[in-house]
């Protein structure tokens, strides 16, 4: 049987960064430049800050009540009814964003690499190896997260400072952007890109020191962010502003525009979508295993997968609903900065009311039914 208790807190951090890092990655400074121009890095900084805020407001959640995850401790704070409403938009959501990446990763492969397979193929295939993967222990779970972590973080950073030979920093200035257009509407779109961090509601409870949650947290976000923050700056130091808006993923146009000293590969666009799948299946993984375990916790049943297959159906159909890539993007923008309230308005209302109400979980140590 599986111990009660067996993440460690580095492994809660790799959990955080591989599934953060995903998809949302090749149209990420797209979505920056357009907010601000030039100022597209400050808008990523500002975008991980208010993500940090909604992360720490989970994490003090979880260490705050640090048996039960969030579908559990919500029905002790607002009430049964309520909390079975917030867990089943939450379960609704992460649904539908595990669709969306996964359209979304069909879209780039048959557009970048295999141009004659047809899209629903591709997203069949990353589901169903999702799906595959979810039907394992929470324990499992984390030990895949932990071995692709630096799978994910290293090649990336070798290909982004690979990229700076080609920088120009005038091309940065000014920071704050020339004449900013959606600033706060920028931040939103890429803070929604992070909310994949909302995993650790379900981690906490089987965390072997609940509370090193705090400290996996800010490790795992300053990681992640700093990631997007680099990505974006090293785009636009390359690109420039006004190149990167006629690009739909500048990310792997870097990649491209890339090359290994003396030439040793002209490219690196290979590489880099080799990495890019790894990260799009952690991050599905993260999504789906948070969505089956969630509905299996609403429910009151001991496994959860038997709603591994069960759902699956439902989110290829989702997957399948936006008409092209240009609907798509539409699509995930509007449904990103919905979610990006729930993810974070959510759980501040159950800090919130869990403070005035003095609710508190059992302390890590005292006996607790898991």
Request: no cysteine.
């Amino acid at each position: 049987m599986e111990h009660p208790r067996s993440i460690t807190a580095i492994q809660t951090a790799s959990i955080l960064v591989s599934t953060i890092i995903g998809v949302g990655v090749l149209p990420l400074p797209l979505f920056a430049v357009e907010a601000a121009d030039s100022g597209g890095p400050l808008v990523t900084l500002v975008a991980v800050l208010l993500s940090f805020a909604g992360l720490s407001i989970i994490t003090v959640l979880g260490m705050r009540f640090p048996h039960q995850s969030i579908v559990e401790y919500s029905e002790q704070v607002i009430g049964k009814w309520p909390a079975w409403i917030g867990s089943m938009l939450i379960i609704a959501f992460f649904a539908v964003l595990t669709s969306l990446t996964a359209r979304e990763f069909g879209e780039v492969v048959v557009t970048s690499v295999l141009k004659k397979t047809p899209v629903e193929i591709t997203v069949i295939v990353m589901l169903l190896l999702a799906a595959i993967s979810t039907r394992n222990s929470i324990a499992t779970f984390s030990y895949i997260h932990f071995f692709y972590f630096p799978l994910l973080l290293w090649p990336a950073l070798f290909i982004v400072a690979l990229s700076l030979k080609n920088a120009d920093v005038l091309n940065l200035q000014p920071i704050w952007g020339n004449k900013p257009k959606d600033f706060l509407g920028g931040v939103i779109t890429i803070a929604a890109l992070l909310q994949g961090s909302f995993i650790l509601t379900i981690v906490i409870p089987r965390m072997r020191r609940p509370e090193k949650a705090m400290i996996s947290s800010l490790i795992g976000l300053t990681i992640a962010g700093g990631l997007y923050v680099i990505i974006v700056a090293a785009t636009v130091s390359v690109f420039g502003a006004e190149e990167i808006k006629q690009l739909l993923w500048p990310t792997l146009e870097l990649a491209k525009a890339t090359s290994l000293p003396a030439n040793v590969l002209e490219r690196l666009d290979a590489a880099f979508l080799a990495v890019w799948v790894t990260a799009v299946f952690t991050t599905l993984l993260s999504s789906y295993f948070l969505t089956i375990y969630a509905l299996r916790q609403l429910l009151r049943l001991q496994e959860h997968k038997m709603f591994a297959f069960f759902l699956l159906p439902f989110v290829f159909v989702m997957a399948m609903l936006p008409q092209n890539i240009v609907n798509m993007y539409d699509i995930i923008e509007i449904v990103g900065r919905i979610g990006l309230f729930l993810t974070i308005g959510y759980p501040a209302l159950l800090l919130l009311v869990s403070i005035l109400r003095g609710k508190r979980g059992k302390r890590h140590g005292e006996s607790s039914s898991l």
